[in-house]
Nanobody, 119 residues
Framework: QVQLVESGGRLVQAGGSLRLSCAASGRTFSSYVMGWFRQAPGKEREFVAAISWSGGTSRYADSVKGRFTISRDNAKNTVSLQMNSLKPEDTAVYYC????????????WGQGTQVTVSS
């Protein structure tokens, strides 16, 4: 069982930066692939970024590539999302999620944190 709690969301101006954090409970955090997703009002939830259990591999949605960076600290059971050059279209609730590397679907989800980018 893994519990996830996101933090760091707030209102920021376009062009600004923000760092989201996700704290995970459980002693097997390092066994999980960690991901960030987001959901804007009236839209479906979409993939943002993911990082392998070791942190050695990451991938990004095309819409955030080059602007966002995902990282993890297995000693602290945390995963972060550094967001730079924010755009109004990045406005959404951001969710942290976890899955075992053998699974395709994400098994655990946080409650979300709101990011609002003003123009």
């Amino acid at each position: 069982q893994v519990q996830l709690v996101e933090s760091g969301g707030r209102l920021v101006q376009a062009g600004g930066s923000l760092r989201l954090s996700c704290a995970a409970s459980g002693r097997t955090f390092s066994s999980y692939v960690m991901g960030w997703f987001r959901q804007a009002p009236g839209k479906e939830r979409e993939f943002v970024a993911a990082i392998s259990w070791s942190g050695g591999t990451s991938r990004y949605a095309d819409s955030v590539k080059g602007r966002f960076t995902i990282s993890r600290d297995n000693a602290k059971n945390t995963v972060s999302l550094q967001m730079n050059s924010l755009k109004p279209e990045d406005t959404a609730v951001y969710y942290c999620a976890a899955r075992l590397s053998t699974n395709y679907e994400y098994d655990y989800w946080g409650q979300g944190t709101q990011v609002t980018v003003s123009s």
